[in-house]
Nanobody, 121 residues
Framework: QVQLVESGGGLVQPGGSLTLSCAAS????????MGWYRQAPGKQRELVAA???????NYADSVKGRFTISRDDAKNTVYLQMNSLQSEDTAVYYC???????????????WGQGTQVTVSS
């Protein structure tokens, strides 16, 4: 069993900052990709940022220069530092890990429970 637990969401004013974190626990052999997705009301879930096991990152165009993704492999944790937040960033944010639970097993997708980020004055 693998569990992902997110924290750090909340209400913030436009221009403010928040940091999200997501920690994995359980039967884990290795974690390959880590990422953050978001889903606003009435919209599809979209990729916000991702980081590979080698440390390569990619970002949605809408968050480039404002958001930073990072990972701490010793803690099985991924972070999303969000600066200069805008109302358009309001959404439920989900972390996603691609995990091998045993050596040579396939990669499986695991999702966090979601955390609400609301940007409003």
């Amino acid at each position: 069993q693998v569990q992902l637990v997110e924290s750090g969401g909340g209400l913030v004013q436009p221009g403010g900052s928040l940091t999200l974190s997501c920690a994995a626990s359980g039967s884990i052999f290795s974690i390959k990709g880590m990422g953050w997705y978001r889903q606003a009301p009435g919209k599809q879930r979209e990729l916000v940022a991702a980081v590979t096991s080698a440390g390569s990152t990619n970002y949605a165009d809408s968050v480039k220069g404002r958001f930073t993704i990072s990972r701490d492999d010793a803690k099985n944790t991924v972070y999303l530092q969000m600066n200069s937040l805008q109302s358009e960033d309001t959404a439920v944010y989900y972390c996603n890990f691609k995990i091998q639970v045993r050596r040579a097993s396939e990669l499986l997708n695991y999702w966090g429970q979601g955390t609400q980020v609301t940007v409003s004055s």
